[in-house]
């Protein structure tokens, strides 16, 4: 089986794959679950983004004129995040923190 590092309930950064996959999307679908909350211009928090799941399409929901804040522990995350944001050109709308 595999060996991954878990500290405490923070899901390490190795396993990120598991987080963002199109299987998952199939599931649970960022723009279903969110789209009745966010509006474009709104200011968004993602808490616990980890590599960028509900990020990158709650950028794409707020627009230019807003805001999402992506707050993840590990710099890894961060730092995937960053690069799909970078890929996406969604760059001014995610600020990694």
Do not use: W
């Amino acid at each position: 089986m595999y060996n991954f590092e878990f500290a405490g309930n923070v899901c390490s950064y190795k396993i990120a794959f598991f987080l963002d996959n199109y299987i998952r999307r199939l599931f649970q679908n960022p723009r279903k679950i969110v789209a009745p909350y966010i509006s474009p211009g709104d200011t968004v928090v993602d808490i616990g983004c980890g590599p960028g799941f509900f990020s990158l399409d709650m950028a794409k929901m707020v627009g230019g004129s807003g805001r999402v804040f992506a707050v993840d522990l590990q710099e890894e995350m961060l730092a995937r995040v960053t690069a799909k944001a970078r890929a996406g050109n969604l760059s001014c709308v995610i600020h990694p923190h």
